[in-house]
């Protein structure tokens, strides 16, 4: 049996050689398309010749470069790229001088001498303030026949007057910037919340109106601007009736603390002095009811005190006092007291007025088994104890 010695080679490496002469090979290769190109490139320009070439072909090539139509297709296929550079360059130049420079700039211009935060006041700030503020209110005042609203906002724009939170009329200012709002039908007496709101952009006021009608008269009216700095009086009344300012009940307690309770005009101020010597202030709300409590100190049984209840507007001046004079008596002993309940009345409020601090609530609530401090009731009777 025969054997077949076969031998199976593989995969050779190549010889560096080979590599070596295909890399000079490549080289050369290179270096003659250079040469090559180099050579015409001068000849199109008409800088170089060879003075070897025939006279035949020195003769056309020659008679072509003087060619315009040829030399102009040869520079534009030599020189394509440093003419589109200019090209764009000049463009960019031009754009730069004839149309940015066009364009009208906004320019903020910064006042060198402020005006010192002590010396302004509300008018120099409507003075100084622009345009795009925030709509303001100027007038609310109550008329006869109803109401009159004046502010500014934006010139030529769209506000809309708002009403316990419905927009009720919608003004436009005039190149000033100002509006007025006079509605033919007045409103029925009661407590309103007056808000502005401009239409586009929308944008609504930091400040608001209230708006007390009387059912008296309308010169009893108040008007006060809420602001986040307190409140302003706009309208202050001027004719009161009899019941303005009412005192229903005063208590004193052997803590030496003076509870008055009554009514009076809402959200104006309402303070207490004992023998012409303030001991304390509170304000009326919304439904026209108020509670004052201060300490008196220790008052003598069988002598003659003078309360005075005092009710102020908005410029801490006073538009009405009730005077109670009174004979204080024995004390009874009773180690506590009862107060009703009133519309918009919580315990905080009572308890700051009966125990000195609000925090002391939780011990009417207790003494009453009242499980949600939050929800009381008006007319609800409420025993508060008041032992020392």
Same mark, same amino acid.
């Given at each position: 049996? !025969?054997?077949?010695?076969?031998?199976?080679? *593989?995969?050779?490496?190549?010889?560096?050689?080979?590599?070596?002469?295909? !890399?000079?090979?490549?080289?050369?290769?290179?270096?003659?398309?250079?040469?090559?190109?180099?050579?015409?490139?001068?000849?199109?320009?008409?800088?170089?010749?060879?003075?070897?070439?025939?006279?035949?072909?020195?003769?056309? +090539?020659?008679?072509?470069?003087?060619?315009?139509?040829?030399?102009?297709? $040869?520079?534009?296929?030599?020189?394509? =790229?440093?003419?589109?550079? @200019?090209?764009? +360059?000049?463009?960019?130049?031009?754009? +730069?001088?004839?149309?940015?420079?066009?364009?009208?700039?906004?320019?903020?211009?910064?006042?060198?001498?402020?005006?010192?935060?002590?010396?302004?006041?509300? #008018?120099?700030?409507?003075? &100084? $303030?622009?345009?795009?503020? &925030?709509?303001?209110?100027?007038?609310?005042?109550?008329?006869?026949?109803?109401?009159?609203? !004046?502010?500014?906002?934006?010139?030529?724009?769209? &506000?809309?007057?708002?009403?316990?939170?419905?927009?009720?009329?919608?003004? /436009?200012?005039?190149?000033?910037?100002?509006?007025?709002? !006079?509605?033919?039908? *007045?409103?029925?007496?009661?407590?309103?919340?007056?808000?502005?709101?401009?239409?586009?952009?929308?944008?609504?006021?930091?400040?608001k109106v209230f708006l007390y009608i009387s059912d008296a008269d309308y010169r009893n009216s108040v008007s006060l601007l809420m602001t986040r700095d307190g409140s302003r009086v706009l309208q202050s009344p001027?004719?009161?009736?009899?019941?303005?300012?009412?005192?229903?009940?005063?208590?004193?307690?052997?803590? *030496?603390?003076?509870?008055?309770?009554?009514?009076?005009?809402?959200? %104006?101020?309402? $303070? %207490?002095? %004992?023998? #012409?010597?303030?001991?304390?202030?509170?304000?009326?709300?919304?439904?026209?009811?108020?509670?004052?409590? @201060? #300490?008196?100190?220790?008052?003598?049984? *069988?002598?003659?005190?003078?309360?005075?209840? /005092?009710?102020?507007?908005?410029?801490?001046?006073?538009? @009405?006092?009730?005077?109670?004079?009174?004979?204080?008596?024995?004390?009874?002993?009773?180690?506590?007291? =009862?107060?009703?309940?009133?519309?918009? #009345?919580?315990?905080?409020?009572?308890? /700051?007025n009966f125990l000195r601090r609000g925090v002391l609530f939780s011990i009417i609530a207790e003494r009453n088994s009242i499980q949600n401090p939050d929800l009381i009731f008006t007319d609800q009777l409420l025993? &508060?104890?008041?032992?020392?």
């Amino acid at each position: 049996m !025969a054997n077949n010695n076969t031998m199976v080679i *593989g995969k050779t490496k190549r010889s560096t050689d080979n590599m070596i002469d295909e !890399a000079i090979a490549q080289q050369n290769s290179w270096l003659n398309r250079r040469r090559n190109f180099t050579r015409r490139f001068l000849r199109s320009i008409n800088v170089f010749s060879h003075e070897t070439e025939e006279p035949k072909k020195t003769k056309v +090539v020659v008679t072509r470069e003087h060619t315009p139509r040829d030399q102009n297709k $040869s520079l534009l296929r030599e020189y394509w =790229f440093p003419i589109l550079c @200019a090209l764009i +360059v000049l463009f960019v130049a031009i754009w +730069v001088i004839f149309i940015r420079i066009g364009t009208p700039q906004r320019v903020i211009v910064l006042n060198a001498n402020p005006v010192p935060v002590e010396t302004v006041s509300r #008018d120099t700030v409507k003075n &100084i $303030s622009t345009p795009a503020d &925030i709509p303001t209110f100027d007038i609310v005042r109550v008329k006869e026949k109803g109401i009159v609203v !004046a502010g500014r906002w934006q010139p030529n724009k769209n &506000i809309s007057i708002l009403i316990n939170n419905k927009i009720v009329a919608t003004e /436009r200012t005039n190149e000033n910037g100002e509006f007025v709002y !006079a509605p033919a039908n *007045g409103l029925k007496p009661g407590n309103y919340t007056l808000s502005l709101m401009g239409v586009e952009p929308k944008m609504k006021s930091a400040d608001k109106v209230f708006l007390y009608i009387s059912d008296a008269d309308y010169r009893n009216s108040v008007s006060l601007l809420m602001t986040r700095d307190g409140s302003r009086v706009l309208q202050s009344p001027s004719i009161l009736k009899d019941g303005d300012l009412t005192v229903s009940k005063i208590d004193y307690l052997d803590t *030496g603390r003076i509870i008055v309770t009554g009514d009076a005009l809402p959200r %104006l101020r309402v $303070s %207490l002095s %004992l023998d #012409d010597k303030y001991i304390g202030f509170s304000r009326v709300s919304d439904y026209k009811h108020f509670g004052v409590g @201060a #300490d008196a100190g220790e008052l003598k049984p *069988g002598q003659e005190y003078n309360l005075t209840v /005092r009710l102020h507007d908005g410029d801490g001046q006073t538009i @009405a006092t009730v005077n109670h004079n009174f004979i204080m008596p024995e004390m009874t002993g009773d180690n506590d007291t =009862f107060y009703t309940v009133r519309r918009g #009345d919580c315990l905080w409020i009572i308890a /700051r007025n009966f125990l000195r601090r609000g925090v002391l609530f939780s011990i009417i609530a207790e003494r009453n088994s009242i499980q949600n401090p939050d929800l009381i009731f008006t007319d609800q009777l409420l025993q &508060i104890p008041t032992k020392k």
